[in-house]
Every structure is written in C-alpha cells, then in structure tokens.
C-alpha cells in the first residue's frame, strides 16, 4: 500500500503564499505523474497543475503565473508553491500520484487533502 500525506495548508490574507508539500510513501517501485487538485465548497474537484515524472508541468488557466508545481523524485515528493493567492483559491487541496508498486501493478492515489483559506 501507499500513502501520500500533504502538509502545508492554512488561513492566509489575499495577496499571500502557501506552499504544499505532499510525500508519497509505502510499497512504490516508480512514481509517474503527481499532482494537485482542489475542492471549493459546493464545487467538483478540479485540476490545480500536474507534474511528470520528468518535469513536465500542465497548470489549470486559473493559476498560471501564480501557482508553482515542482517534485523531488529521490523523495517522492511533490510541491504547491502558491503565490498571489485570492479568495477564490480557498478550498481542499488533495494529492495525487500514479504510482507503480512493480513494473506491471500500477494504481493511482490521492492523499487525505489539506485546507487552504484565502481571506479578503
């Protein structure tokens, strides 16, 4: 089994950072793709940004400019560095990796999520 356990979440005024750190641990043989998506009260859980195992990034329109995905493959770990944050940045924010426990049994997770509030 895996766990990804997320650190870094809080309360911040508008126009503050946050960085989110996210650690995967447990039986993994590679990690692929990580990312972080979020969850506001009332909304579907959407995509923040994506990281591959390589470095290539996708972030959604939303916080292009603002937002910084990054990882430390030697351990397994990937980062939300968030700048400029606004009121509607509040919300969930949960982990996720694919993950490969041998070179056939792949799954993915998501981790217990961590709580940011941007206030105004």
């Known amino acids: 089994q895996v766990q990804l356990v997320e650190s870094g979440g809080g309360l911040v005024q508008a126009g503050g950072s946050l960085r989110l750190s996210c650690a995967a641990s447990?039986?993994?043989?590679?990690?692929?793709?990580m990312g972080w998506y979020r969850q506001a009260p009332g909304k579907q859980r959407e995509l923040v940004a994506t990281?591959?195992?390589?470095?290539?990034?996708n972030y959604a329109d939303s916080v292009k400019g603002r937002f910084t995905i990054s990882r430390d493959n030697a351990r397994n770990t990937v980062y939300l560095q968030m700048n400029s944050l606004k009121p509607e940045d509040t919300g969930v924010y949960y982990c996720?990796?694919?993950?490969?426990?041998?070179?056939?049994?792949?799954?993915?997770?998501w981790g217990q999520g961590t709580q940011v509030t941007v206030s105004s």
């Open positions: 447990g039986s993994i043989f590679s990690v692929n793709d």
């Open positions: 990281i591959t195992n390589r470095g290539s990034t």
């Open positions: 996720n990796a694919d993950i490969f426990h041998s070179s056939f049994e792949r799954q993915r997770y």
